[in-house]
């Protein structure tokens, strides 16, 4: 750390009111005395943060800051603050510029600092994005209690027969103006919050209704995250809820990510948590990301869903292929099922049935349907 210090001597001037911001400081040793004009407002000791201000929005320095007692000073260059503010949470960014303003506004009014027009637009605009973000969290909020969050159920099908053999359930919300909200961004927003366990209560609510209407064998794979798993009433009520529709926990399988999957000691409480309830689990998503041979061992999976992008690629690159027959070996050996996501064409169909895989998914095998087309198909393939 010593040479990023800066050392100054009592009386030193750090930096004066009006002069550009081009850093902050973190007191390493000693004291600073923060004042306007003549007048003393704040003194910081070892440890405080001073100069951010200026950082943050790139307005000249409004208070002067001097080295009260010797001083060492730690130097924060602005891009160590602002690279953070940007990849911080739009909320958090809004708060934040509100605060600038607010502090601004606060100073004297004979202050004449001009206002920069270029981070002026900057900030209305991440004002908007996190304020936006705000109001869809509410408006979300109105459409779990509307029952307005849709459920559709995508068929998964036995690779041997080619049968139905389940379906995942997936969320879709239809926003009254800006129309069908990406998955990916809703479901991200419901899992900052706890809205993510009310949006699985009502997913599981549905899928029991869908399965106490269906035969035995047909099962659905539904997606959990690390706040419904922590959650115990939540299980407890799903539990309860299976009870009451007549349905085995064995035909629910729990789908967790493979970003989930980061601490091993905290994905492998909650698998033992699902499998002690009866429920298989599922590593959705295998293969990418961090996912490896360690999750394998770590982990108790019943299921490997291997992700879409070595279905998609088998036939370019000839390494996606040979990781697929790798995976396959390995899941026959460890007693594991393996589905095969993003199937859209009978050739990766037919390979896959050589491989030895149980499921596939994709649009080969048909999209994500209603809970009436469910229920119209899955008649049509008892009368088969």
């Known amino acids: 750390m010593g040479s990023h210090l800066k050392f100054y001597q009592a009386g030193d001037i750090i930096f004066n009111q009006g002069e550009a911001s081009d850093c902050a400081f973190v007191i ?14 704040d003194t910081l000791v070892a440890g405080d943060l001073f100069g951010e201000m200026g950082v943050l929005d790139q307005q000249p320095r409004s208070t002067s800051a001097r080295a009260a007692t010797d001083l060492a000073l730690l130097e924060v260059k602005t891009n160590q603050i602002t690279e953070r503010l940007k990849s911080s949470d739009p909320i958090v960014k809004a708060l934040v510029r509100v605060l600038l303003k607010r502090f601004r506004s606060l100073l004297s009014s004979d202050n004449t600092f001009s206002t920069d027009v270029l981070f002026s637009e900057v900030e209305s605009v991440i004002e908007d994005e996190g ?20 459920t559709v159920y995508q068929p998964i099908n036995d690779i041997e027969t080619g049968n139905i053999a389940g379906f995942e359930a997936l969320s879709r919300w239809e926003h009254p ?10 479901i991200t927003l419901a ?33 959990v995250s690390p706040k419904q798993l922590d959650n115990d009433l939540f299980l407890n009520h799903v539990v309860q809820l299976m009870k009451s529709k007549g349905v085995s926990p ?57 992700d879409q992008v070595f279905i998609r690629n088998m036939y370019e690159n000839k390494k996606y292929a040979i990781i697929l027959q790798t995976i396959a070996r390995i899941a026959a050996d460890l007693g594991m099922k393996l589905v095969a996501e993003g199937v859209e064409e009978n050739a990766q169909y037919q390979s896959l049935k050589l491989l030895g895989f149980d499921y596939g998914q994709g649009y080969f095998f048909g999209r994500p349907m209603d809970e009436l087309d469910v229920f119209a198909l899955i008649k049509k393939e008892v009368e088969k």
């Open 131 to 150: 304020l936006s973000k705000i109001k869809m969290e509410s408006e979300l909020r109105s459409a779990i209690a509307n029952q307005q969050i849709q």
């Open 177 to 186: 103006e800006k129309g069908m909200i990406s998955p990916f961004e809703f």
């Open 250 to 306: 064995a035909r629910l399988k729990l789908e967790i990510t493979e970003t989930m999957v980061v601490d091993y000691q905290r994905a492998n409480q909650w698998i033992q948590k699902c499998k002690g309830l009866g429920f298989p689990i599922c590593a959705d998503d295998f293969g990418t990301g961090h996912s490896g041979m360690q999750q394998l061992v770590a982990l108790d999976f019943d299921v490997l869903k291997v």
């Open 28 to 41: 390493d040793q000693g004291k600073v005395d923060i004042f306007i004009e003549n007048e003393t407002l």
């Open 191 to 223: 899992e900052e919050t706890d809205l993510i366990v009310d949006v699985g209560r009502l997913v599981f609510e549905r899928a029991c209704h869908v399965l106490s209407q269906l035969p035995e064998h047909f099962f659905i794979n539904i997606n």
